[in-house]
């Protein structure tokens, strides 16, 4: 009885860690539209081409947003610009939720939990 507890308990731990992103959006095969490196703001904000809205939390909003304080920052900025110099496709996976750190300060923007290029 005891191996099934731990089993049920495992499960649900599981299922919970699934189901806190279920807000997010996913693009995939998007070209990167602009890019604007950081400001006041301390974050890096990308839209992609055609997308008018990045992400049901930010209606009319295309921007995603990056706070410097993100964990792998450079290296997604870095992305980034590669990708929107090279014209390189790129799927994004927004956060579901407003952007951390400073990036609020002129307007709600999503925030950014993956980008990467398809394979």
């Given at each position: ?17 699934m ?58 900025y870095?992305?980034?610009?590669w ?37």
């Open positions: 009885m005891k191996r099934t507890t731990n089993s049920v308990k495992v499960a649900l731990a599981f299922s919970l860690l189901t806190v992103n279920t807000r997010a959006t996913t693009w995939t095969n998007q070209q990167i539209a602009a890019i604007l490196p950081p400001d006041s703001r301390n974050c890096v904000m990308f839209t992609l081409v055609g997308v008018s809205t990045a992400d049901p939390i930010v209606n009319q909003v295309p921007w995603i947003a990056i706070p410097a304080e993100q964990t792998g920052f450079s290296q997604v870095a992305f980034l610009l990708a929107k110099a090279s014209g390189t496709l790129v799927n994004v996976i927004t956060s579901g939720a407003l952007a951390g750190g400073t990036c609020t300060a002129g307007g709600n923007v999503v925030g950014l939990t993956q980008v990467y290029a398809p394979m």
